[in-house]
C-alpha cells in the first residue's frame, strides 16, 4: 500500500563535480527506479542544481535538501529559504536531524516552525526522530520519540499528511555502524504510526511512510525492510556511493 522511500543524506559530503559523478554513477547502474520504490537524494545545498540536472534522466529520483529555514527571506546569513528550494525543483527537505539538534540548535519549537513553513510552499518533509543512547538505557526512548513527532507536527493539517515522512533514527546508530534490530525498529515504527494517528486520523496514519535510519547498508537493509512498518530508509554513508545505494534499492524492490 506504501511505496518504499528510499533516501540518501548526503550531509556535508559532495561538492558540485563529486555531485556529478555520484549520480552519474548511479545513472550507470540504472535510469528508472522500480515499481514501489521512490528514490531521493539531499545533496549540500550548493549541489541541489547540479543535482537537479542529473536526476532529470533518472526516472523515479527525487531531490531534496537537508535543511531550510522558517522565513521568507532576510537577514539570516547562511540559511535558504522555501522558495529558494522550490526554484531549484527540490521536492523534499530534511528536518530536525539529529546533528542539526546538536551542532546548530534546533529545538522542537524550530523544527516544527520549519516543518509548518515547508509544508506551507508545497516542500514535502523528511522529519527526523530519535533516542539518545541513554535515553534508550533509561527507558525513557518511546516518550522521547512520541514527543518530538507530536511537538514537530503542532498545527499541521490533515490535508498535509501526504507531505509527511517521519524518519526514527536513533542517534546511537547513526554513523556507529551499529544498527536497531529489526524488532527495535519495528516497535519504533509501530509507536510512532499510532502517534500520527492521533495527530491525523486513521486512514491518513496508514499512508505515511516511515523510515529508518542509523547505519543501513546493503547487508543489514533487508531485515529492516521486511518490517510491517519500515517503509523505506534515510541513509548516510551507503548512500555515498552509488553501488551501495542502488542495491539498496533493488532490496527495497523485492
Ligand atoms: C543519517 O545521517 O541520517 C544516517 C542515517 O547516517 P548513516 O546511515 O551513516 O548512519
Redesign the pocket.
Known amino acids: 500500500m506504501r511505496n518504499f522511500l528510499i533516501a540518501g ?1 548526503w ?1 556535508m559530503n559532495c561538492g558540485i563535480s563529486a555531485t556529478n559523478k555520484l549520480l552519474n554513477g548511479i545513472k550507470e547502474i540504472t535510469t528508472s527506479l522500480p515499481d514501489g520504490v521512490d528514490g531521493l537524494v539531499c545533496p549540500p545545498s550548493i549541489s541541489l542544481q547540479t543535482a537537479a540536472d542529473v536526476l532529470e534522466d533518472i526516472e523515479g529520483m527525487t531531490l531534496g535538501a537537508q535543511n531550510v529555514h522558517f522565513e521568507d527571506n532576510g537577514a539570516y546569513t547562511g540559511e535558504i529559504s522555501t522558495q529558494m528550494l522550490n526554484e531549484v525543483g527540490s521536492e523534499y527537505v530534511i528536518l530536525g ?1 539529529s ?1 542539526r539538534r546538536e551542532y546548530f540548535g534546533e529545538t522542537d519549537k524550530i523544527v516544527n516552525a520549519k516543518v509548518l513553513k515547508s509544508l506551507e510552499d508545497g516542500l514535502k518533509t523528511v522529519i ?1 526522530v530519535g533516542e539518545s543512547l541513554k535515553e534508550r538505557k533509561a527507558d525513557e526512548h518511546k516518550l522521547r520519540v512520541r514527543k518530538q513527532v507530536q511537538a514537530a507536527l503542532t498545527g499541521v493539517e490533515d490535508g498535509d499528511a501526504t507531505n509527511v515522512v517521519i ?1 526514527y ?1 536513533p542517534i546511537w ?4 555502524g551499529e544498527t536497531a534490530t529489526p524488532d527495535q525498529a519495528q516497535e519504533m515504527h509501530k509507536m510512532i504510526r499510532s502517534v500520527l494517528e492521533g495527530v491525523f486520523n486513521q486512514e491518513s496514519a496508514s499512508k505515511i511512510q516511515i523510515l529508518y ?4 547498508k546493503p547487508h543489514n537493509a533487508e531485515e529492516l525492510l521486511q518490517q510491517p512498518d519500515v517503509d523505506g530508509g ?6 555515498l556511493k552509488a553501488d551501495s545505494f542502488t542495491e539498496i534499492i533493488d532490496i527495497a524492490k523485492q
Open positions: 543524506n550531509k536531524h546533528e527526523c524518519a533514527e546508530a547513526i554513523g556507529t535510519g542509523g547505519s543501513m534515510l541513509i548516510g554513508g551507503a548512500s
